[in-house]
């Protein structure tokens, strides 16, 4: 078991009453709209955006988007803390490899979870990966959908932003950028081929 690292959480084990407020609560993602273009500091084939996150007992919560630039179906949604314990609270895969479970955890133990899975910590400050009801029951085609897949996250993480809506990403697109809904020719006459009566 790693400590302090990807499978163990001291922080979490020390103080899990503080960790079950920040989950159980209702928290609110600030940004609406999240621009993810601009790699991520610490693994710069991946690209990230970050927003913070209000919560009404606890400081220094921000949510994290991950997504690969040449395959958007490869993402991942996190919610951090920079007060509590610097580290991720929870997650979701997209993709990626199986998490194992370690032995002795409620119903998923030495089981090996595949993506798409979340992961939360247990009161034992260990990583747990799961899968919900409604994970499983979305469509295959949506489950590479960053904009639907954030809907089941903002539910199970109780995370949302104003009026229990959710964030909508555009990525590698500049904030305030709007494609054209048509390629318009310089001196073209939209109406050319229209006959009138």
């Given at each position: 078991?790693?400590?302090?690292?990807?499978?163990?959480?001291?922080?979490?084990?020390?103080?899990?009453?503080?960790?079950?407020?920040i989950m159980n609560e209702q928290k609110r993602i600030l940004d609406e709209t999240i621009h993810i273009n601009a790699?991520?500091?610490t693994r710069t084939d991946w690209l990230a955006a970050r927003s913070k996150?209000?919560?009404?007992?606890?400081?220094?919560?921000?949510?994290e988007v991950e997504v690969l630039p040449d395959n958007h179906r490869h993402f991942k949604f996190l919610i951090m803390a920079e007060g509590y314990s610097n580290k991720r609270l929870a997650r979701y895969d997209?993709?990626?490899?199986?998490?194992?479970?370690p032995a002795n955890s409620p119903h998923y133990?030495?089981?090996?979870?595949?993506?798409?899975?979340?992961?939360?910590?247990d009161d034992l400050g260990r990583n747990i990966a799961y899968k919900t009801e409604k994970l499983n029951s979305v469509k295959e085609e949506d489950l590479g959908n960053i904009n639907r897949i954030i809907i089941l996250f903002c539910e199970?993480?109780?995370?949302?932003?104003?009026h229990l809506s959710w964030p909508i990403f555009k990525i590698n697109e500049k904030p305030g950028s709007q494609l054209p809904m048509f390629e318009e020719e310089e001196n073209d006459d939209p109406l050319k081929n229209i006959k009138f009566k």
């Open positions: 078991m790693k400590k302090n690292g990807g499978d163990f959480c001291k922080e979490v084990l020390d103080d899990f009453a503080t960790y079950k407020v790699n991520k500091k996150i209000e919560h009404s007992s606890v400081e220094g919560i921000f949510f997209s993709a990626g490899s199986p998490h194992r479970n133990s030495k089981q090996r979870i595949a993506p798409p899975h979340f992961h939360k910590w199970e993480m109780k995370a949302y932003c104003q």
